[in-house]
């Protein structure tokens, strides 16, 4: 793929070759977080807590590589999600900090998080330079190409892609402003898959397409392997037109099907109503392999050398349960990234974001009469779409070493007008190593 912006490039601690067939570097990612308490007039066993709480959560990841050949390479990622969110990343759909994992249970133990052979083949004689870093590490590459990637990856490595709204440990830290709320894509817990991906690319276009895995049970740690039984598709073609001469234009357009053990919010309230639960469950069912779906939309616009703007529309059908990203049906989101090469501070990056996130009638349904998902459940349901609003800065302090303040508003929390509104505050510190 093609970067978005070319000044997008970060310092690091450490220099990294440009020529050594190894690869091996690092960050560090620490976030605190915390809101006051909030008017809540009820609150269930996934609510967002409306009392004050404070939250430090870290990531530490090791990136290796060995470029094998011209055009074959392999990446090996060890990574550790520690600490804890707000809540416990429960009671809103577009949390607040998405280094957060979704079970503290799972503790700080290290993981692979990435393990990928990517070959590449020239499609012809032309080729085009290419930023070295932890997912590739070719200095140039065929314009016209087909890419071959499979292993352990997470899908938005590769789709949803947007440089000015896509980056939790130097942008936003908020999950539907970094990624399409509406796009449930394939992932464990942690947020990484097992699957193949094709990926075509010209000087102005490319399209692309992943075959993976999906996890047993909603927001689970276990894969399901047989593929009869649950996988996903995922398909996104992307455009790059120059709309504004030598400034940067993106849009993609995604689809993406996931077949898996869910469960159907209707049946679920249908089982309540005759009185065969105590509360609609959407997991009361036997196994079966159902089928959701979604769309989504994704745009980037350079619109001075210092200045870039963003936007994402998603939609799902909302029948079936939300599975893996978060509990949204429909997300739409814009917003600003400027460049600190304005004010002279090259490495700083400041920006502004809205997104309102929403669900369907079956979905909301559910929620109303006490129904839990994995992420929300306030034992009643006043309906509102969730609308936030998020700010940062990111102050480069030294090398690679950067400082966040950033800040967010949610109204209708977890889309309950009944509660809220809540600030969240934060700190970041980042590590490029």
Same mark, same amino acid.
């Given at each position: ?33 915390? $809101? ?241 639960? *105590? ?31 963003? *936007? ?7 029948? $079936? ?6 509990? *949204? ?9 400027? $460049? ?94």
């Amino acid at each position: 793929m093609s970067p978005d912006d070319s000044d997008n490039s970060v310092p690091t601690f450490f220099p990294h070759s440009e020529s050594s067939p190894f690869w091996i570097s690092g960050q560090m990612n620490l976030v605190y977080q915390g $809101h006051p308490s909030f008017p809540s007039p009820y609150q269930g066993p996934h609510s967002l807590l409306p009392v004050s709480e404070t939250a430090l959560s870290r990531v530490f990841t090791l990136y290796t590589g060995w470029q094998t050949s011209s055009c074959t390479e392999l990446l090996l990622d060890v990574e550790s999600a520690g600490g804890k969110g707000i809540s416990n990343a429960f009671g809103l759909a577009g949390y607040s900090n998405l280094d957060v994992v979704r079970n503290p249970a799972l503790g700080a133990t290290p993981y692979i998080a990435r393990g990928i052979f990517h070959a590449v083949f020239a499609l012809g004689s032309d080729r085009s330079p290419a930023e070295r870093g932890p997912l590739s590490l070719f200095t140039s590459l065929p314009t016209r190409r087909l890419e071959f990637r499979v292993g352990r990856f997470s899908l938005v490595d590769f789709f949803d892609n947007n440089s000015a709204g896509s980056d939790s440990h130097l942008q936003f830290l908020n999950w539907t402003v970094d990624s399409n709320g509406g796009y449930d894509y394939a992932a464990d817990t942690r947020g990484y898959t097992v699957g193949a991906m094709f990926d075509f690319e010209d000087k102005n276009w490319g399209l692309r397409f992943a075959e993976t895995l999906m996890p047993r049970v909603a927001n689970g740690i276990a894969f399901q392997w047989n593929l009869e039984r649950a996988r996903a598709e995922n398909i996104e073609l992307e455009l790059r037109p120059r709309l504004v001469p030598e400034r940067p234009s993106a849009f993609r357009l995604l689809s993406y099907i996931n077949h898996a053990n869910m469960g159907d919010y209707r049946t679920a309230i249908q089982q309540f109503e005759n009185g065969q639960t *105590a509360v609609p469950d959407v997991t009361n069912h036997p196994l079966q392999s159902n089928i959701k779906y979604g769309f989504g939309a994704n745009a980037l616009q350079g619109i001075t050398g210092w200045l870039s703007g963003f *936007a994402r529309f998603g939609w799902n059908e909302g029948r $079936h349960e939300s599975f893996v990203y978060t509990e *949204a049906n429909q997300s739409v989101s814009f917003g600003a990234v400027a $460049h600190g090469k304005r004010w002279r501070r090259r490495f700083d990056r400041a920006g502004l974001a809205f997104t309102g996130n929403a669900i369907s009638g079956d979905h909301r349904r559910y929620l109303q009469l006490g129904g839990i998902g994995f992420l929300l459940g306030d034992g009643n349901l006043t309906y509102g779409r969730e609308k936030i609003v998020e700010g940062f800065y990111s102050a480069q302090v030294w090398r690679g070493a950067f400082l966040s303040f950033d800040l967010q508003r949610v109204n209708n929390p977890g889309f309950n007008q009944a509660r809220g509104p809540v600030i969240i505050p934060g700190l970041r510190l980042h590590l490029e190593l």
